[in-house]
């Protein structure tokens, strides 16, 4: 069993920053597979980006060069530096944790690759 918790979230004027944080208790072995996603009002649950085990990472275009997804495995925490936001940013952001590796996510970040959600941190970025 794994529990994830983001912290982090808040308001911001475009062109802001905030740094997402999510903390990993339980079983790390399902976890080989981390990342975020993001759901607006409205819209289905999309992917930010993801991180395997050994450090990969992977970004939705819309975030490319914006976000930076990384790991510090001393604290079991997942983070999400985000950079220059924009009004479209604003979105739940969820941590999510994958036991069999991030599979398909590589070719197109997807949920189904993911066993654990955390409850999400909301993001609001204003113009």
């Known amino acids: 069993q794994v529990q994830l918790v983001e912290s982090g979230g808040g308001s911001v004027e475009a062109g802001g920053s905030l740094r997402l944080s999510c903390t990993v208790s339980?079983?790390?072995?399902?976890?080989?597979?981390m990342g975020w996603f993001r759901q607006a009002p409205g819209k289905e649950r999309e992917g930010v980006a993801i991180?395997?085990?050994?450090?990969?990472?992977k970004y939705a275009d819309d975030v490319k060069g914006r976000f930076t997804i990384s790991k510090d495995h001393a604290k079991s925490t997942l983070y999400l530096q985000m950079n220059s936001l924009k009004p479209d940013d604003t979105a739940m952001y969820y941590c999510a944790g994958g036991a069999s590796g991030c599979g398909s996510s590589w070719y197109g970040l997807s949920a189904s690759d993911f066993d654990h959600w955390g409850q999400g941190t909301q993001v609001t970025v204003s113009s």
């Open positions: 991180i395997d085990v050994d450090g990969m990472e």
């Open positions: 339980g079983n790390a072995a399902n976890t080989n597979c």
